[in-house]
C-alpha cells in the first residue's frame, strides 16, 4: 500500500552505461516530480510531469530523460552515466486542486541511491 | 528569486530538551507555501507540514510546534522533550504560488543523545 514506490532502491553501475529508475504512485495524483539529492544532502528538482506531460525541466545534462507512460507512473533514463551522477534521486507527487489549479503538497518515494563507479 | 535558509548546519541535543531549527526564507510572491519535511537515517523525506501565505498561527502537532512569521520571513520549527527517534536532517521548503517548484534549505542535522 506504498503510496509512492521507486525501484529500484540501490543501484551500482559503471560509467558509460545506461540505466533506469521507475517510479509509481497509487494516490491518483496527476503530477510527478523527479529530484537529485547530492552527497551534502543538497535537494533540487531536475522535472515534473502533470498528466504525462512535461512541465518543469531544470537545467540537467539532455543524459537525463524522463518518460511519464501514464500519470501513475514517471520513469527517469539516464545515458552514459558519469561519476558526477552519484546521488540519491527522489520522486514525488502531488494533486492539482480543481477550483484554484494551486498544487498541492508534494510526497516523496523512498529514493533511488545511485553510484557510479 | 527564490531562497531558504537554514543556517544550522548541526544541532546536538540531549533527550527531553527542546530545540528550534531555523528556517528563513525569501521570495517575491504574495503568496507561497512552506513546508517542513524530516530525513530519518534510513533516507526517506517525510512530509510534516505546509502552511500558507497567508495564514500565520502557529500550529502545534504533539511535540512538535511551528512558528510561521511573515514580518520576519521565517518559518521556525520546535521540538519540545526531544527523543532520540527525533534524530534526522530535517529540510524546510518554500514554494511558489504559479509554479510546482519547491525550493529547499541545506537541511539541518539534529542529533539526540539519550
Known amino acids: 500500500d506504498t503510496a509512492v514506490s521507486q525501484t529500484p532502491k540501490y543501484l551500482v553501475t559503471q560509467m558509460g552505461n545506461d540505466k533506469s529508475i521507475k517510479c509509481e504512485q497509487n494516490l491518483g495524483h496527476d503530477t510527478m516530480y523527479w529530484y537529485k539529492q547530492d552527497s551534502k544532502k543538497f535537494l533540487k528538482i531536475m522535472f515534473s510531469?502533470?498528466?504525462?506531460?512535461?512541465?518543469i525541466n531544470e537545467t540537467v545534462p539532455n543524459r537525463f530523460s524522463p518518460k511519464s507512460p501514464d500519470k501513475a507512473h514517471l520513469n527517469l533514463h539516464i545515458n552514459s552515466l558519469e561519476l558526477g551522477d552519484s546521488a540519491v534521486y527522489f520522486c514525488?507527487?502531488?494533486?492539482?486542486?480543481?477550483?484554484?489549479?494551486?498544487?498541492?503538497?508534494?510526497?516523496f518515494g523512498p529514493g533511488t541511491r545511485l553510484l557510479v563507479l | 528569486a527564490q531562497k531558504v535558509t537554514q543556517a544550522q548546519t548541526e544541532i546536538s541535543v540531549v533527550e527531553k530538551e527542546d530545540v528550534t531549527l531555523d528556517c528563513v526564507y525569501e521570495?517575491?510572491?504574495?503568496?507561497?507555501?512552506l513546508f517542513w519535511y524530516k530525513q530519518p537515517p534510513s533516507g526517506e523525506l517525510v512530509f510534516l507540514i505546509r502552511r500558507n501565505s497567508f495564514d500565520e498561527q502557529n500550529e502545534i502537532s504533539g511535540r512538535y510546534s511551528w512558528n510561521f512569521q511573515k514580518s520576519t520571513s521565517s518559518f521556525n520549527f520546535t521540538i519540545t522533550a526531544s527523543q532520540v527517534v527525533d534524530s534526522a536532517v530535517y529540510f524546510c521548503a518554500l514554494r511558489g504560488y504559479n509554479t510546482d517548484k519547491l525550493i529547499f534549505g541545506t537541511g539541518t542535522r539534529l542529533q539526540v543523545f539519550p
Open positions: 521570495t517575491r510572491d504574495t503568496t507561497y507555501y
Open positions: 514525488a507527487s502531488s494533486q492539482e486542486l480543481e477550483t484554484s489549479g494551486v498544487q498541492e503538497t508534494q510526497y
Open positions: 510531469y502533470n498528466n504525462k506531460e512535461l512541465i
